[in-house]
């Protein structure tokens, strides 16, 4: 069965410093990537998503994120992040043939000022 | 967004009493799934559902079924609610190879 690692429950990161949050699955032939973020007492909503293509995926608010087969990793990364990126993001895995999206624990993203 | 809407949004019960949540969409979505989301858990699979009366196991089922008798709507039932089933509920559709749009939660509260 599928299962998503997402390594560091919280990151603290400065103010216009750049972040890395990383995800890694169970390997798999042929997978879907998804990263969601869910800002403090509100749902979810999607980032980006990996289907097929190009492994390097853009995102909205200046997110992006790289499929590496090899290393069954989808790290998710943004250049400077701002205040408002304060929330909790969540990978999400699913493999082609199967209809299960699996989630991983989720990392909290804290701004410091 | 895709139209769903989640029924009761917040509700506290007692243990051992019978408990159903709502999803309703309005996007004619195929797929439905139910989360629950705990802290230090992410988001944990329940029950998904892959058309009218297709339904399969997710990764929590225990002690959870659920119905999908029109593509609208995805009913999750605890029979017999117990505390460890405090949890927000999220339900979810899907069409296709695609992304889960979500609805806004029902926050359950089992006493």
């Known amino acids: 069965a599928q299962s998503v690692t997402q390594l560091d429950s919280q990151v603290p990161v400065f103010e216009e410093a750049p972040v890395e949050l990383r995800c890694n699955y169970s390997?798999?032939?042929?997978?879907?990537l998804f990263w969601y973020v869910q800002y403090p007492n509100q749902g979810l909503q999607l980032l980006l998503k990996?289907?097929?293509?190009?492994?390097l995926v853009k995102g909205i608010n200046g997110f992006e994120a790289e499929f590496n087969k090899s290393q069954t990793s989808f790290h998710l990364r943004k250049p400077s992040v701002h205040i408002s990126d304060t929330a909790e993001y969540f990978c999400?895995?699913?493999?082609?043939?199967?209809?299960?999206?699996?989630f991983g624990k989720g990392t909290r993203l804290h701004i410091l000022p | 967004d895709a139209g769903i809407t989640q029924s009761p949004r917040h509700k506290v019960t007692e243990t051992g009493t019978p408990v159903t949540l709502r999803c309703h969409q309005t996007e004619n979505h195929r797929y439905m799934y139910w989360y629950r989301q705990d802290p230090g858990h992410g988001l944990r699979l329940i029950h998904y559902s892959y058309g009218v009366k297709d339904t399969d196991k997710g990764e929590v089922s225990d002690g959870y079924s659920v119905s999908r008798s029109k593509t609208e709507d995805f009913l999750l039932t605890l029979e017999s609610a117990t505390s460890s089933q405090t949890s927000v509920y999220f339900c979810?559709?899907?069409?296709?190879?695609?992304?889960?749009?979500f609805g806004e939660g029902s926050r359950l509260t089992v006493l």
């Open positions: 390997s798999s032939v042929s997978v879907y």
């Open positions: 999400a895995v699913s493999d082609t043939d199967d209809d299960k999206i699996i």
């Open positions: 979810a559709t899907r069409q296709g190879a695609g992304e889960l749009f």
């Open positions: 990996y289907l097929s293509g190009s492994t």
